[in-house]
T-cell receptor, first 109, second 114 residues
Framework: EDQVTQSPEALRLQEGESSSLNCSYT??????LFWYRQDPGKGPEFLFT???AGEEKEKERLKATLTKKESFLHITAPKPEDSATYLC??????????FGAGTILRVKS | NAGVTQTPKFRILKIGQSMTLQCAQD?????MYWYRQDPGMGLKLIYY???????DKGEVPNGYNVSRSTTEDFPLRLELAAPSQTSVYFC?????????????FGQGTRLTVV
């Protein structure tokens, strides 16, 4: 069965304190791994797609990396506006997206 | 540029009542999806559609029905509401899942069944 596990469940950071979120997965035939950001009361918003081990993508203070078993979302010098829930999803054979439970990030100034 | 529009935003239903959650997209996307999100859980796929007239079950389809008569619209029907269906429902669309294009989500419908 395809599974996605995200850790930690919640993370509190001070502004400027860099850290990483983890997404580990077990899936048969990974076709893509997606990162989304979700603000309270809103729908998920697309951040990145990673396709193969070793791939990296960056956007502002965020950098996503992928290995054969996990992905990391690195947040460099976060700001309060980076506070959100970050969701990881994998696309497996059959093209369905399987989501993790998310990591709730709070950045305090 | 509306993207994916869901209505209503909030709804309270009594046990046994029926309702339809509306979803429309204006991006000419082939793929559309319905997910539910429960506290502390990931998004669970209810139903999806790869084009007008074609729908298929996801992980948690029981108690729901869908139809896709046009490219733009993908309504989700609850026939006999149960407390277990209390959740936040998200509709999403993507251009082509084969090409791994990202999904765009609506703002969600918060449903409470009492």
């Amino acid at each position: 069965e395809d599974q996605v596990t995200q850790s930690p469940e919640a993370l509190r950071l001070q502004e400027g304190e860099s850290s990483s979120l983890n997404c580990s997965y077990t899936v048969s035939g990974l076709r893509g791994l997606f990162w989304y950001r979700q603000d309270p009361g809103k729908g998920p918003e697309f951040l990145f797609t990673l396709y193969s081990a070793g791939e990296e993508k960056e956007k502002e203070r965020l950098k996503a990396t992928l290995t054969k078993k996990e992905s990391f979302l690195h947040i460099t010098a976060p700001k309060p506006e980076d506070s959100a829930t970050y969701l990881c999803a994998v696309q497996a054979e059959g093209n369905k997206l399987v989501f993790g439970a998310g990591t709730i990030l709070r950045v305090k100034s | 540029n509306a993207g994916v529009t869901q209505t209503p935003k909030f709804r309270i239903l009594k046990i046994g009542q029926s309702m339809t959650l509306q979803c429309a997209q204006d991006m000419n996307h082939n793929y559309m999806y319905w997910y539910r999100q429960d506290p502390g859980m990931g998004l669970k796929l209810i139903y999806y559609s790869v084009g007008a007239g074609i729908t298929d079950k996801g992980e948690v389809p029981n108690g729901y029905n869908v139809s896709r008569s046009t490219t733009e619209d993908f309504p989700l029907r609850l026939e006999l509401a149960a407390p277990s269906q209390t959740s936040v429902y998200f509709c999403a669309s993507s251009y082509d899942q084969e090409l791994n294009t990202e999904a765009f989500f609506g703002q969600g419908t918060r449903l409470t069944v009492v």
